[in-house]
Nanobody
Framework: QVQVVESGGGLVQPGGSLRLSCAAS????????LGWFRQSPGKEREFIAS????????LYGDVVRGRFTISRDSARNIVYLQMTSLEPEDTAVYYC????????????????????WGQGAQVTVSS
């Protein structure tokens, strides 16, 4: 059984920073790429970023480019999403998802590509 667990969500003021973490584990998982998505009420799930199994390749969605950074700690098998300059529009549930294919592809921004999903972490940006 594969488990994907996000942590680090919470309340932050506009202009602030927050770091989310994601850990995926399971005997059937193998080597995997990992992506972050977010969804707010009434909106479609939105691609934020993805990282390959080795951590050498990354891909970002246009909406967060330059403000968010995805990284991978291979030794600890944790993926981070560092978020800076947060805006109220960034308020959403943030999901981590694992793709059993270890390298990034041109379609890595499509949520249907991913095989395993976490439960989500709420991020609220408000004063």
């Amino acid at each position: 059984q594969v488990q994907v667990v996000e942590s680090g969500g919470g309340l932050v003021q506009p202009g602030g920073s927050l770091r989310l973490s994601c850990a995926a584990s399971g005997r059937d998982l193998g080597d995997y790429a990992l992506g972050w998505f977010r969804q707010s009420p009434g909106k479609e799930r939105e691609f934020i970023a993805s990282v390959s199994w080795t951590g050498s390749d990354t891909l970002y969605g246009d909406v967060v480019r330059g403000r968010f950074t995805i990284s991978r700690d291979s030794a600890r098998n944790i993926v981070y999403l560092q978020m800076t300059s947060l805006e109220p529009e960034d308020t959403a549930v943030y999901y981590c998802a694992a793709d059993r294919f270890p390298r990034l592809r041109s379609c890595s921004g499509f949520y249907r590509l991913y095989d395993y999903w976490g439960q989500g972490a709420q991020v609220t940006v408000s004063s």
